[in-house]
């Protein structure tokens, strides 16, 4: 049956509806919230200035996005008239398979080397001379003795000859480091201060071609690129040719490594090294963090893949940082926990001290290296705080200051096997003006010649680049392509990972795992989106290619929209970012490019959706406002069809659910075949209801299915049932007049489940008591509960970085008992409980297989009227987890955990970016979260994540401000809970097949007998056939 015909004949409009986003859940709650007499009441106890400033944020963002409407309408306007000069359609014969079968002949196949995906089938072991992170947990004590004038360190002496036999080598790399975003909008630092440094990079660089420069943030390299003539380009070109600047890491931004998911941290990265390819030809080599509050073995992995050999990270515990430099350990190969071998290493340099500052990177004394940042001589804007002042540089004082700084570069190098040392030469936004350019490079200069030219010093001090740095690291070590020094690596191996920071004292950075959640989300969102809208594009362009005729797609215009919108997502990991770490208009900033490039994607996926059902565009051209993410369009009552897509490379299941005008609608499949469906209320207030339709979608993976609604009587179609419940309390159910709804006054005991589970839900809390597994008929308590971190009375405060909590939660008891509302239905059913600030939704889909395991928990958090206060959910069971736990790494890795009683309760914060779990030998508790928040374990069989906060002020690292703009934010997750069945730990299996974790690469089964042994602590994916 040739379904374009079907569409033809009814006219019908498409709707295509992205199954991966969860957006409406989130947008619809909103309303539900908004709404709320409860909110209402709270904004009217002095909260009228909020809620005027919250109108004009929405008046400003609605002007916005009419300028955007307009924008896709003339866009559209351009596209139709391409379309119009474009040639006839696709012929039909070549569609006439169906789509379902159509699409897996896209020839599309990516290679991935088999060893890349082993992992899952590994068992975790450490080779014996590697440094296991959880090991120098296990044995540091933490604790803070003053080091004297390296505070977090020690004294550090050497013998005056060390340096007879192999001179000592200075390698002084010149940096800028450049947010952006954080105190002023990307496009106004680049304005006020990155135009402006770049500008005079070019002219200072060609001065003396023994200066030298690196850049890392793509983003502002290409704006600045764009606005620059040809004689500027030639002259950029030059100093790249000549090694004066060089590209480090070469990503879009300087990515957040904790909140993260890895789609965009690849997505970020490839980015900046395309522009970089196709615009200087350049590769980079060496990746610089100098700034992300955590670092991630899954960024050290991507490096390694995208053809880095060396990196070089910063914020680290100072425990650790004087812990491996003691052990002289600052410097390794990084290694991923699952890597048997060494495919994964990447040389890694730890820099010692505090910070990137000048002061913290010459030596370990601040006071002296301060006198070394000629920014800061008397007369300029910034000076030294430790009181003594940098000095011009001059004959007469030429040979004292250069003993002085020779001292510290010595005393730094102590701390390395090498007798090489790196002192990064830069901050936040340097080299602004011509004056600090040569304030800098001609003091140094002075200081370096001097050293050079006394061979009594045995030094040789240089301006140099990153890679330079690692160039002769590797020649003076006499490490070969592979690393190694005949045979043997001069360097250990490290496997873990760097969270959760801390700079000082107990200042722990786990509080931006969790700070701004609606971004979080919001980022996740437009994630998936664009990754969905990508993979179709490709597949488009793919079946033009294989049917050989060229169409009316606009494949020009739809790469641009999306290669904007994956800068834009590109933009949000920059470490104040998806942090949420900016001052708030940055925040609005990053939110309203958000918008603007997320509502062009329906555009692509749109144009793509029709090329691939009815090969054509023009004759649905006209329809494509009414393409939509999921259930932000009405149904009408009359004939319609839906398409779903499945971003997915796997087969799924999924409920899909729309508006609708009328309960009287038929759902049925393209063939004809009707399906059932569930007829729920939408409920804008939360006892007043008009109408939704659900129905579970079956779409095959990378797959579209073709499902068609129409107005009338269907046996297969049925209402939800309601119940509400409220202690000692009265509730009146308005506009749900078709709907059964009970309202017993006597206590009844609450309880959903579908085909895989049964909830029990408390009758007076609305919240969850016990799970019944219904595989083996066992009972298992599990018990959801919120609680209030508040935060402390010292000096020190939480903030957007820091969670410096008043000591344990306290337990969340709502002044007024909640309303409990419970839905029954064919498609799912949930229990719906409203507290004053959170609105509480356990769901169960009717659906065998993965979306019918999990229970989906929705929280709309508001705790807009709060002072101090962070809010957590704590799931509470029976499982003896004792003081281990789990946390996936960008969603690409996952992480052991121990939760130790030597370090404060906001250092067992790990940032949660897809899951956490708990195991004992009899089963595993999964916590699946559509959004990076901070998770811990903080007591055996207990996981909590905390889901928003609210903090007063400012908690001293450089915002200035606290986190009070909240926002109403539905987290949502999924719970599973899993049976470690001792069957399943020796079978007989004809193929198995390893999985990855992310479920995004399934490599071809090998048939072959074989056993597998699980053990205990194994992270192990398999797709199996028995045998
Ligand atoms: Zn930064």
């Excluded at 880095?308 to 940082?321: A, D, F, P, T």
């Excluded at 009844?748 to 609305?766: K, M, W, Y």
């Excluded at 004792?882 to 906001?906: A, E």
């Amino acid at each position: 049956m040739k379904i374009s015909r079907q569409f033809t004949v009814f006219g019908s409009a498409i709707f295509c509806v992205v199954v991966f986003s969860l957006y409406l859940m989130l947008d619809h709650l909103q309303l539900d919230r908004i709404k709320n007499p409860i909110n209402e009441e709270r904004l009217q106890n002095g909260q009228l200035v909020i809620l005027q400033d919250k109108i004009d944020h929405l008046e400003r963002l609605l002007a916005e996005n009419n300028k955007i409407i307009a924008n896709i309408r003339d866009s559209v306007t351009n596209l139709r008239k391409s379309v119009n000069n474009d040639k006839g359609p696709l012929e039909a014969k070549n569609l006439s398979q169906g789509l379902v079968d159509l699409l897996p002949f896209a020839p599309i196949w990516v290679l991935i080397p088999s060893e890349d995906c082993q992992f899952s089938a590994q068992t975790y072991s450490k080779a014996a001379d590697e440094v296991q992170m959880l090991d120098v947990y296990d044995m540091l004590s933490f604790d803070n003795p003053d080091g004297g004038v390296w505070k977090q360190g020690f004294d550090i002496s050497y013998e005056e000859n060390e340096w007879d036999q192999e001179p000592l080598q200075v390698v002084v790399v010149p940096h800028s480091h450049n947010d952006p975003g954080w105190l002023k909008t990307f496009d106004d630092y680049y304005r006020d201060q990155t135009q402006h440094i770049l500008n005079n990079m070019v002219v200072k660089l060609h001065e003396d071609e023994r200066r030298k420069m690196i850049w890392s943030e793509i983003s502002y390299f290409s704006k600045w690129w764009n606005n620059i003539d040809i004689q500027k380009k030639d002259a950029v070109k030059k100093l790249i040719e000549r090694g004066q600047l060089e590209m480090a890491t070469g990503g879009w931004v300087m990515p957040d490594e904790a909140n993260t998911h890895y789609f965009a941290l690849i997505d970020q990265l490839l980015e900046g090294h395309q522009w970089l390819e196709r615009n200087l030809g350049v590769k980079p080599k060496t990746a610089w963090a100098v700034d992300p509050f955590g670092h991630s073995p899954t960024q050290a992995y991507l490096f390694k893949q995208a053809g880095l050999s060396n990196m070089l990270i910063q914020r680290v515990h100072y425990s650790i940082k004087k812990h491996f430099a003691t052990q002289k350990t600052l410097e390794f190969f990084w290694r991923q926990n699952w890597d048997q071998e060494s495919s994964t290493d990447i040389l890694c340099h730890m820099m010692p001290f505090y910070s990137y500052d000048v002061p913290h990177t010459c030596g370990p004394d601040p006071k002296i290296c301060c006198q070394f940042d000629f920014k800061r001589l008397p007369g300029g804007r910034i000076s030294c705080p430790w009181r003594i002042p940098p000095q011009v540089i001059t004959s007469d004082n030429v040979q004292q200051r250069a003993h002085m700084l020779l001292d510290q570069y010595r005393k730094k190098s102590k701390l390395f096997m090498s007798k090489v040392v790196l002192a990064p030469l830069g901050d936040d936004f340097r080299y602004t003006d011509a004056q600090e350019w040569d304030q800098q490079f001609n003091n140094y200069q002075k200081l370096f010649d001097y050293m050079n030219s006394h061979p009594e010093l045995n030094v040789q001090a240089q301006f140099g680049t990153i890679s330079d740095y690692f160039e002769i690291l590797r020649k003076v070590t006499g490490m070969d392509q592979a690393g190694m020094n005949k045979g043997v690596s001069p360097f250990p191996v490290l496997s873990g990972d760097f969270f959760t920071y801390a700079d000082r004292d107990d200042h722990y950075w786990s509080g931006y795992f969790t700070s701004r959640p609606f971004y979080k989300r919001m980022d996740r969102m437009l994630e998936s989106h664009l990754r969905a809208a990508e993979i179709l594009y490709s597949l488009t362009l793919a079946n033009i290619k294989m049917f050989g005729k060229p169409s009316n797609y606009p494949a020009v215009e739809n790469y641009k929209l999306l290669t904007e919108a994956r800068r834009n997502l590109g933009l949000f990991q920059h470490h104040d970012a998806i942090t949420g770490t900016g001052k708030d208009w940055v925040v609005v900033d990053y939110g309203t490019r958000y918008i603007a490039f997320l509502l062009p994607l329906p555009v692509v996926v749109h144009c793509c959706r029709t090329i691939l059902v009815s090969g054509d565009i023009e004759n649905e051209w006209q329809l494509r406002f009414l393409v939509s993410f999921p259930m932000n369009v009405f149904i009408m009552p009359s004939f319609r069809s839906v398409v779903v897509y499945n971003p997915i490379e796997q087969a799924r299941s999924s409920v899909i659910s729309i508006y609708v005008t009328t309960p009287h609608i038929r759902v049925l499949t393209a063939q004809g075949r009707p399906v059932i469906a569930q007829i729920t209320a939408v409920w804008e207030h939360f006892t007043q209801a008009s109408t939704e339709v659900s129905f579970v979608a079956h779409v095959p993976p990378l797959g579209l299915a073709v499902y068609q609604m129409s107005e009338g009587v269907e046996l297969h179609t049925e209402l939800a049932h309601y119940m509400f419940l409220k202690k000692g309390g009265h509730v009146s159910v308005t506009g749900a007049e078709q709907f059964r709804v009970a309202i017993p006054q006597e206590t009844v005991p609450v309880s959903v489940e579908n085909p895989h589970l049964q909830l029990f839900v408390s009758s007076t809390t609305g919240l969850l008591e016990t799970l019944k597994l219904k595989e083996n008929g066992l009972k298992h308590s599990i018990k959801v509960d919120f609680v209030w971190y508040g935060t402390t009375s010292n000096k020190d405060k939480s903030g957007a970085y820091l969670f410096l909590p008043d000591g344990e939660a306290k337990k969340y008891s709502p002044s007024r008992p909640p309303v409990i509302r419970v839905t029954k239905g064919p498609v799912f059913s949930e229990v719906t409980t409203t507290f004053t600030h959170i609105t509480h939704t356990l769901r169960l889909y009717n659906i065998q297989g993965v979306d019918g395991q999990a229970v989906e928990i929705c929280n709309t958090v508001d705790i807009r009227g709060e002072f101090n206060q962070e809010i957590a959910m704590r799931i509470t069971s029976d499982i003896n987890s004792m003081n281990r736990f789990f946390t996936d790494l960008n969603g690409f890795q996952v992480q052991p955990r121990r939760t130790m009683s030597k370090l404060p309760l906001q250092a067992n914060f790990y940032p949660m970016t897809s899951m956490a779990y708990l195991e004992d030998s009899n089963r595993r508790l999964t916590l699946l979260t559509a959004q990076s928040l901070g998770a811990a374990s903080l007591k055996s069989g207990q996981l909590e994540v905390i889901m928003d906060r609210r903090l007063n002020q400012d908690d001293n690292r450089g915002l200035g401000q606290g986190v009070l703009d909240n926002k109403i934010t539905a987290n949502s997750f999924r719970l599973l809970l899993e049976p470690r069945n001792s069957v399943l730990t020796k079978l007989k299996v004809s193929t198995f097949t390893p999985v990855s974790l992310s479920l995004m690469y399934e490599s071809s089964s090998t048939p072959k007998h074989q056993e597998i042994s699980l053990k205990p602590m194994e992270i192990c994916t398999y797709r199996i056939q028995l045998g």
